[in-house]
């Protein structure tokens, strides 16, 4: 049988910038060095994918904290006839490979229990962060793609780091694996969907990014629905256009921030790389993609971070409105999260009212919108990265056929719900309870990102008016 590298035309991974070179036992989670291993022993290379599915089933079922209960878990499903699996090669990869390369350096779970961040070290010492996000009885990890970041978008506390350096696809899935491991290691339910939108810019490290995507989505190893994987990105064009033909059916969600290249390429640095119109053709080639497999649109969504006086203005969102008019796209409007840029750039949050105010217009020219009121910004700094994962992308509903612009709305609806049916009829939603503004255990940890991510999570629930 072919090996997973020709299966999925997978290349072979080149050193990763930035990084010292691996040294050690080689990791599980590294399918090339696991497959090579499968072979030298004798075994099909098929055997390292059969090493995979036991080891992810093991985690899944609870198989512990400790690397040993995992591997004898795994053991005991080798005797499950169906898995053609040989006892000794799950006890000569426990020998060989370590089955993490990466550890967990700190766990903080918020005080409502539906969030815990993982901050996760990698092999050379430098620290990343993942989230578990749990909701309704689905959890959503959201794991990071880079250290640092290169894009230095002004108002994001990973981009004052700089890029520092790029995961390899080994790294990316040993946060969905650690996370799994931890949750079900306390009877709560495995990750179903994943999310890049911890720390650092997706597809300015494509290969890695790709290359976890389809381990995600094969059904012989994480197994995660296709429409489960979602990949943030600031508007790397060329790239996005490369993930549109080579993963036609994961999400995407464009931080998008301003509606002119003007403005866009002063708070979103990228944009003089890969201007706005560029990024609107690849946009576009995106949704007709999605169009032709799926024969629907999804609800591509597009992420607006607000900052008072900057891109919150009306002449925005009439600029936005006309930029975005027709495109079967969901606006997520997100008030920023004042972090260290705001001392940096004097930026400010806008107030919810000037919030709602701006996502009424936005209704008003035909989009559909979801808003997010954030909480707990007096808490530390922060940057609201991960507060978008939490709800918005689980529950994105397919979107109706591309919308006609409407007439006005009734005041009463401001922002829309991303899982409610076509308008119209639209009628007025009595708000949701607001949830009590979740509290973080404290966590030490120097690392501005750490700071910033946490703080992140503290932001809360969609406000639906
Ligand atoms: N690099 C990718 C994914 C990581 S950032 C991207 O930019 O899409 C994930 C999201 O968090 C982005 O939409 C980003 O704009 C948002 N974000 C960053 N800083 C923020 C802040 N201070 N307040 C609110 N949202 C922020
Ligand atoms: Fe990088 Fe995304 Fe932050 Fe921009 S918002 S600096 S692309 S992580």
Same mark, same amino acid.
């Given at each position: 049988?072919?090996?997973?590298?020709?299966?999925?035309?997978?290349?072979?991974?080149?050193?990763?910038?930035?990084?010292?070179?691996?040294?050690?036992?080689?990791?599980?989670?590294?399918?090339?060095?696991?497959?090579?291993?499968?072979?030298?022993?004798?075994?099909?290379?098929?055997?390292?994918?059969?090493?995979?599915?036991?080891?992810?089933?093991?985690?899944?079922?609870?198989?512990?904290?400790?690397?040993?209960?995992?591997?004898?878990?795994?053991?005991?499903?080798?005797?499950?006839?169906?898995?053609?699996?040989?006892?000794?090669?799950?006890?000569?990869?426990?020998?060989?490979?370590?089955?993490?390369?990466?550890?967990?350096?700190?766990?903080?779970?918020?005080?409502?229990?539906?969030?815990?961040?993982?901050?996760?070290?990698?092999?050379?010492?430098?620290?990343?962060?993942?989230?578990?996000?749990?909701?309704?009885?689905?959890?959503?990890?959201?794991?990071?793609?880079?250290?640092?970041?290169?894009?230095?978008?002004?108002?994001?506390?990973?981009?004052?780091?700089?890029?520092?350096?790029?995961?390899?696809?080994?790294?990316?899935?040993?946060?969905?694996?650690?996370?799994?491991?931890?949750?079900?290691?306390?009877?709560?339910?495995?990750?179903?969907?994943?999310?890049?939108?911890?720390?650092?810019?997706?597809?300015?490290?494509?290969?890695?990014?790709?290359?976890?995507?389809?381990?995600?989505?094969?059904?012989?190893?994480?197994?995660?629905?296709?429409?489960?994987?979602?990949?943030?990105?600031?508007?790397?064009?060329?790239?996005?256009?490369?993930?549109?033909?080579?993963?036609?059916?994961?999400?995407?969600? *464009?931080? +998008?921030?301003?509606?002119?290249? $003007?403005?866009? #390429?002063?708070?979103? =640095? &990228?944009?003089?790389?890969? @201007?706005?119109?560029?990024?609107?053709?690849?946009?576009?080639?995106?949704?007709?993609?999605?169009?032709?497999?799926?024969?629907?649109?999804?609800?591509?969504?597009?992420?607006?971070?607000?900052?008072?006086?900057?891109?919150?203005?009306?002449?925005?969102?009439?600029?936005?409105?006309?930029?975005?008019?027709?495109?079967?796209?969901?606006?997520?409007?997100?008030?920023?999260?004042?972090?260290?840029?705001?001392?940096?750039?004097?930026?400010?949050?806008?107030?919810?009212?000037?919030?709602?105010?701006?996502?009424?217009?936005?209704?008003?020219?035909?989009?559909?919108?979801?808003?997010?009121?954030?909480?707990?910004?007096?808490?530390?700094?922060?940057?609201?990265? *991960?507060? +978008?994962?939490?709800?918005?992308? $689980?529950?994105? #509903?397919?979107?109706? =056929? &591309?919308?006609?612009?409407? @007439?006005?709305?009734?005041?009463?609806?401001?922002?829309?719900?991303?899982?409610?049916?076509?308008?119209?009829?639209?009628?007025?939603?009595?708000?949701?309870?607001?949830?009590?503004?979740?509290?973080?255990?404290?966590?030490?940890?120097?690392?501005?990102?750490?700071?910033?991510?946490?703080?992140?999570?503290?932001?809360?629930?969609?406000?639906?008016?």
């Amino acid at each position: 049988m072919a090996t997973l590298q020709q299966q999925h035309n997978i290349e072979t991974m080149p050193p990763r910038r930035g990084r010292a070179p691996v040294t050690g036992k080689p990791a599980f989670f590294n399918i090339q060095q696991l497959e090579r291993f499968a072979v030298k022993r004798g075994f099909d290379a098929v055997v390292a994918q059969r090493l995979w599915r036991v080891v992810i089933r093991a985690l899944r079922d609870g198989g512990g904290e400790s690397d040993d209960e995992v591997w004898e878990r795994a053991s005991k499903y080798c005797i499950d006839g169906r898995q053609k699996l040989p006892k000794v090669a799950v006890e000569l990869a426990s020998q060989n490979f370590r089955l993490f390369s990466s550890k967990l350096a700190h766990v903080a779970e918020s005080k409502d229990t539906q969030t815990t961040k993982l901050v996760i070290e990698l092999r050379d010492g430098h620290r990343v962060e993942s989230v578990a996000m749990r909701h309704k009885s689905r959890t959503t990890v959201c794991v990071s793609s880079q250290i640092g970041c290169a894009m230095g978008c002004q108002f994001c506390a990973t981009g004052t780091m700089n890029l520092i350096g790029d995961l390899d696809t080994c790294e990316i899935l040993e946060q969905v694996a650690l996370i799994t491991r931890h949750e079900c290691a306390r009877s709560r339910p495995a990750p179903r969907n994943v999310v890049f939108m911890g720390m650092g810019e997706p597809l300015a490290n494509y290969q890695s990014v790709s290359a976890a995507v389809t381990h995600l989505c094969d059904p012989f190893h994480f197994a995660l629905r296709k429409k489960g994987v979602t990949v943030s990105t600031v508007g790397v064009a060329p790239a996005l256009k490369k993930l549109t033909r080579e993963h036609p059916e994961v999400r995407v969600a *464009l931080s +998008l921030h301003a509606p002119s290249q $003007e403005l866009r #390429a002063r708070i979103v =640095p &990228a944009a003089k790389q890969w @201007p706005l119109h560029e990024l609107i053709e690849a946009l576009d080639d995106h949704l007709n993609s999605v169009s032709r497999h799926s024969g629907s649109h999804d609800g591509l969504m597009i992420e607006y971070v607000l900052l008072k006086g900057v891109n919150d203005r009306r002449e925005d969102a009439d600029q936005l409105i006309a930029l975005l008019r027709g495109k079967p796209v969901m606006l997520n409007l997100i008030p920023y999260n004042p972090n260290v840029t705001a001392t940096l750039h004097g930026f400010e949050a806008p107030s919810i009212e000037s919030c709602r105010a701006f996502g009424k217009v936005i209704i008003e020219g035909g989009l559909r919108v979801r808003l997010r009121e954030e909480f707990g910004q007096d808490i530390n700094a922060a940057c609201g990265q *991960l507060a +978008l994962a939490t709800k918005d992308i $689980e529950d994105l #509903a397919p979107a109706p =056929p &591309a919308p006609a612009p409407e @007439p006005a709305v009734a005041s009463t609806s401001v922002v829309t719900d991303a899982t409610a049916p076509p308008p119209p009829p639209r009628k007025p939603r009595a708000p949701p309870p607001k949830p009590p503004p979740p509290q973080w255990t404290a966590l030490a940890t120097a690392s501005l990102a750490a700071a910033a991510l946490a703080a992140s999570l503290a932001a809360a629930a969609a406000v639906l008016r």
